[in-house]
């Protein structure tokens, strides 16, 4: 069993995906609960690589009012005129 330090967005499944595209299979990744996850591998130097660029699943911001209005090619002030508050 091999100790890495735990990344800050971890994702056991895609963790376990991102080992697997260099050959590393990892059938259990366990958190130790003190900022340390561990598995077992025969390759600690290269699991480190991915366990530290690893950036689990990141849930998209809402998109801004403005930000929707760009999508269909407004702004804020072509919504006010349109709403007759301009």
């Known amino acids: 069993m091999e100790t890495f330090n735990k ?3 971890l994702n056991g499944t895609e963790l376990k995906a991102q080992l697997a595209e260099i ?3 990892v059938d259990e990744i366990i958190d130790f ?6 598995f077992k591998t025969d390759d600690k130097a290269a699991a480190e ?15 801004s009012v403005q930000d929707k209005l760009n999508s269909v090619g ?4 072509d919504l006010k005129a349109a709403l007759g508050l301009a």
């Open 49 to 63: 690589l991915v366990v530290k660029g690893h950036n689990g699943t990141i849930i998209p911001n809402e998109p």
């Open 33 to 38: 609960a003190n900022g340390t996850i561990g």
């Open 74 to 77: 407004l702004n804020l002030d």
């Open 23 to 25: 050959g590393i299979i």
């Open 7 to 9: 990344p800050k967005n």
